[in-house]
């Protein structure tokens, strides 16, 4: 554990390092734009969005405790670029006991792991199929990177929904639904 931690830290040196001509190639490309079949839609997507609940439901609809808690943290970012970028994060999650990340014990790393979930990329929407893909280029999930990721979606005044696929849970399939509240 302590080398997957030196690695990681050696991995945010690189990157802080190069960030600048990272960015600086990628200000040469031509940014995709947000798709939609009717132009309205789009426009309500883009802005930044606190995260308000997660639902997560039985086949049954009884509720179930999610993954991040029923209160979790999070932002959700859409750009008029067509670039989307998500951040959840389990509350109180537990403080190291070194300031040093390169410090952390296996639990320690396991546990800030298991509480805090990010992902970066590229967005498009279908209005009429009533959904939006996030096209992941950079994750804190590593299985993640190079997936697209479809959530349905509605809007309720100054509040988006969204609700991935159902997922496999013990032979039953669990609903979810995330709420965001427009930030003003």
């Given at each position: 554990m302590y080398r997957y931690v030196i690695c990681m830290v050696g991995v945010a040196l690189l990157w802080s390092g190069t960030v600048?001509?990272?960015?600086?190639?990628?200000?040469?490309?031509?940014?995709?734009?947000?798709?939609s079949?009717?132009?309205?839609?789009?426009?309500?997507?883009?802005?930044?969005?606190?995260?308000?609940?997660?639902e997560e439901r039985k086949p049954n609809g009884e509720l179930v405790e999610?993954?991040?808690?029923?209160?979790?943290?999070?932002?959700?970012?859409?750009?008029a670029t067509g670039h989307v970028a998500v951040q959840i994060m389990k509350p109180g999650r537990p403080r190291f006991a070194s300031d040093d990340a390169a410090q952390a014990t296996a639990a320690e790393a396991k546990s800030a792991f298991d509480g805090y979930g990010a992902y970066f990329g590229t967005y498009e929407i279908h209005e009429?199929?009533?959904?939006?893909?996030?096209?992941?280029?950079?994750?804190?999930?590593?299985?993640?990177?190079?997936?697209d990721?479809?959530?349905?979606?509605?809007?309720s005044g100054d509040q988006l929904i969204l609700k991935p696929p159902p997922r496999q849970v013990g032979g039953a399939?669990?609903?979810?639904?995330?709420?965001?509240?427009?930030?003003?």
């Open positions: 600048s001509e990272i960015f600086a190639e990628d200000m040469k490309k031509e940014p995709p734009m947000a798709t079949t009717q132009s309205g839609i789009a426009s309500q997507f883009i802005g930044t969005w606190k995260m308000v609940s997660v999610p993954r991040y808690s029923a209160r979790p943290s999070g932002y959700i970012m859409y750009d009429a199929e009533g959904y939006v893909i996030h096209h992941v280029e950079g994750s804190v999930f590593p299985n993640y990177v190079g997936s990721q479809k959530r349905g979606f509605e809007f399939q669990h609903t979810t639904r995330v709420t965001w509240q427009r930030v003003k």
